[in-house]
């Protein structure tokens, strides 16, 4: 799609945070307490449990969980862009 005179483009990132809980939580370490999950992935329970609750981590923790999980950071992240069309107040 072509961009006009009269459109503005802006991008940003979005995060996954359910596909990233999912695959925390369900799938890699799924039937374990935080307490267990937190010797294993060197991450605090109170910071999973926030984690679990619905808070975004910070990027050293989410690149650490990553890790420790093997998957790909950019997994949980896409290019989002906005279109906005400039309308004549005429």
Known sequence: ???GEDEIKRGGW???LLQFQHDLFEDTYKCRSLRQIE???DVSASRL???KNGKQPD???FL????VMAT???DYCCRVVLVKT???DK
């Open 1 to 3: 799609m072509a961009i």
């Open 14 to 16: 979005e995060f996954h």
């Open 39 to 41: 010797d294993v992935v």
């Open 49 to 51: 449990s926030r984690i």
């Open 59 to 61: 990027m050293k923790t």
């Open 64 to 67: 650490k969980l990553c890790n």
């Open 72 to 74: 790909d950071p950019a």
């Open 86 to 88: 400039i309308s004549d």
